[in-house]
């Protein structure tokens, strides 16, 4: 974030991407994902990967210092780790609230920090609504299976963006007054591109580092070119018009709480189907 030009972090605020460019909770789970799926490939045993690829993880958010929402990850992450270690399934909803809690109890002014209310609302919102969007838009499939195959993983991107987006507009409303018009739509044409720099970025360092430049360069290549991407595309859709919505009048304050009471009685008196917070 340091790094990156003013004019550059602007239109990736007003883009509604701002997690993609910074080290977040979404990272800090993919990168933990690929390690268990790398060291799994090499032949580590399945209970012996996650403990691996968790001292990775923790090294990893250390070097980044520490942030609240790379520290939420890295619990929900290290108790995921211990339940496939015992052969248990974790409940997602317990997870993030023991990450909370135990970030809470030391600090409990951490509430305030944006971050860790944006790394936690976008969370809840995946676990709650990415599926039941997901499948409202199964129904519009259509009949050939490779058109229906590339539809359904758009899909899947569309339902987990909506939904992290649907659950932390509130927060950045309250906050900067302001809200991303074309924020679902940016995530989904950038949803592949932060995972190959994620990818390429670590392994091309530790190849070159090993002098194996005949493998380093063409990962930092796919690096270089993904990261273009992206900054072609924050660009674009910061240009255009109505990028970036005022929020701050009394009446969408009013709307956003009438909003709140409705999902909070839906979560109350919904029917309980445990395996979707799963």
Not at 69 to 83: D, K
Not at 87 to 96: A, K, Y
Not at 108 to 119: K, Q, R
Not at 238 to 248: E, I, K, S, T, W
Request: include cysteine; charged fraction near 10%.
């Amino acid at each position: 974030k340091v790094s990156i030009p003013d004019e550059l972090y602007s239109q990736i605020k007003t883009a509604g991407v701002t997690h993609m460019f910074a080290v977040s909770g979404m990272h800090i789970a993919i990168f933990g994902q690929l390690l268990v799926l790398l060291l799994t490939a090499l032949g580590v045993r399945r209970r012996r990967a996650p403990a691996y690829a968790l001292a990775v993880i923790w090294l990893f958010i250390g070097v980044c210092g520490f942030p609240y929402s790379s520290v939420r990850a890295g619990i929900m992450f290290s108790i995921y780790a211990l339940g496939l270690a015992l052969f248990e399934q974790g409940d997602t909803i317990n997870s993030l609230g023991v990450a909370l809690l135990l970030i809470s109890l030391p600090n409990p002014f951490c509430a305030m920090d944006v971050g860790l209310l944006l790394s936690a609302a976008a969370t809840l919102g995946i676990v709650l609504l990415s599926r039941p969007i997901a499948g409202f838009l199964a129904g519009f499939l259509p009949k050939n299976r490779w058109a229906s195959l590339a539809l359904r993983a758009v899909y899947d991107v569309i339902a987990v963006s909506g939904a992290a987006s649907l659950f932390t507009a509130p927060i950045l409303i309250l906050t900067f007054g302001q809200i991303s018009t074309y924020g679902i739509l940016t995530n989904v044409l950038l949803f592949v591109a932060p995972n190959v720099v994620l990818l390429c970025t670590p392994l091309a360092v530790l190849f070159s580092l090993l002098r194996l430049d005949f493998l380093a360069a063409p990962l930092f290549f796919a690096d270089g070119l993904a990261a273009k991407y992206m900054v072609f595309v924050v660009q674009k859709v910061a240009a255009l018009p109505f990028a970036l919505l005022p929020a701050d009048q009394g009446y969408l304050f009013l709307a956003l709480a009438g909003c709140l009471i409705l999902v909070a009685l839906w979560l109350l008196l919904a029917p309980r189907d445990r395996k979707l917070l799963r």
